[in-house]
């Protein structure tokens, strides 16, 4: 899987772009800035429609223009892509596949994975539970149209049942339709713990065997879901989930009610982490965290490949200035056979002789 050739327009800080990249390791120089992680912000985007950093599409948006647009030419499955996305300020987005426009963001999982490390998912393990729903979501979204689907469809619903309960004491008849926005939530998010749970699953063969060879054998790394206390087996069909789900809703709904806040449901669910038996986010050192960090994302690497029998397209942004040299190798290692972008601010001359590949120099949005 790779993608050959890439235009923007009014994307970030790139007025216009067009390139054209080599199915190794395309490495990307320059200084901070310019606009190295805006290009792989926009490979990204035409994976999942979705930004690492932006929470709104109009941030995407060259300031004082109303629209941009993105067009990649993606070799996948054997088969040709063109991807495009459109996106307008203040009108929503439009996405197209060889011509064809899409209805939902779903429709292009598959076609062109990718999976991203970022300095900041080198904090993972640390940070709270939001951001390792983020690294669930966006890995299932690009292998699970119907997650992308009912996550999209879960949030909403969350919006508005919050807004009932912020809301209800001032107008007490929005009351009325809490138990329906209840219901639905439960209804989705049955099928998202549904998906969460078995690829969590595929986490846990994975992640601990790299971790174990990433350690030297000194360390083992454990996962466990830990979704709605009632919900007795996450990886059980979504109706039987969806019982637990509304159990949990009626023990809480006083509670919700008293605390004008959503209580229930796996928009607090969370991947544990543990080194050697301990709470990694509590006991794990920078080290520890970092390693186990760098195991759950090519563990992620690895699923996408057994998926597709291709490996994702990789991004790393800047992180290997983030790493000693001992993690540094170890990724470089491991990132041989699939297309990687890499990103730097200093050209590093060993990186294109490793793996083999192409050097690009970016400078105020435009690449050389």
């Not at 199915?23 to 901070?32: D, F, Q």
């Not at 080290?287 to 996408?304: C, M, P, V």
Request: charged content about 30%; aromatic content about 8%.
């Amino acid at each position: 899987m790779r993608i050959d050739r890439l235009e923007a327009d009014f994307f970030r800080n790139y007025t216009h772009l067009e390139a054209c990249f080599c199915p190794g390791v395309n490495l990307i120089c320059g200084e901070n800035a310019q606009g190295k992680t805006n290009l792989l912000e926009a490979i990204g985007y035409l994976s999942a429609a979705r930004s690492h950093r932006a929470r709104y599409d109009r941030e995407l948006i060259m300031l004082g223009v109303d629209r941009a647009f993105l067009k990649g030419e993606v070799d996948s499955r054997g088969r040709s892509f063109v991807l495009e996305a459109r996106l307008h300020r203040g009108q929503g987005r439009q996405l197209w596949s060889n011509g064809v426009r899409l209805k939902t963001a779903g429709e292009l999982a598959g076609i062109l994975t990718t999976v991203l490390f970022c300095p900041e998912d080198l904090e993972l393990i640390r940070e709270g539970a939001a951001a390792r729903r983020r690294f669930l979501d966006s890995a299932i979204c690009q292998l699970r149209p119907r997650y992308a689907a009912a996550l999209a469809e879960y949030n909403r619903l969350y919006e508005h049942k919050t807004r009932i309960l912020r809301d209800w004491p001032e107008n007490p008849s929005l009351l009325d339709t809490l138990d329906d926005f209840s219901l639905r939530m439960a209804q989705t998010g049955a099928l998202v713990i549904h998906y969460r749970a078995h690829f969590i699953r595929r986490l846990c063969r994975e992640a601990p065997l790299i971790h174990r060879e990433f350690s030297g054998g000194r360390e083992e790394l454990g996962l466990r879901y830990e979704t709605v206390s009632t919900v007795r087996d996450p990886e059980a069909a979504p109706r039987e989930i969806l019982e637990q789900l509304l159990e949990h809703q009626e023990r809480h709904r006083q509670a919700e009610l008293d605390a004008r806040q959503c209580l229930t449901g796996p928009h607090k669910d969370d991947l544990s982490v543990e080194i050697n038996g301990l709470a990694a986010r509590t006991f794990g050192s920078q080290g520890q965290t970092r390693t186990a960090a760098l195991s759950l994302k090519l563990a992620q690497r690895e699923i996408f490949y057994q998926e597709t029998e291709e490996y994702p397209v990789l991004l790393l942004d800047d992180v290997l200035s983030e790493l000693d040299q001992r993690r540094q190798e170890f990724v470089l290692n491991r990132i041989s056979g699939g297309q990687v972008f890499i990103t730097c601010c200093e050209e590093d001359e060993r990186l294109p002789r490793l793996l083999g590949g192409q050097v690009f120099r970016v400078k105020n949005g435009t690449l050389a």
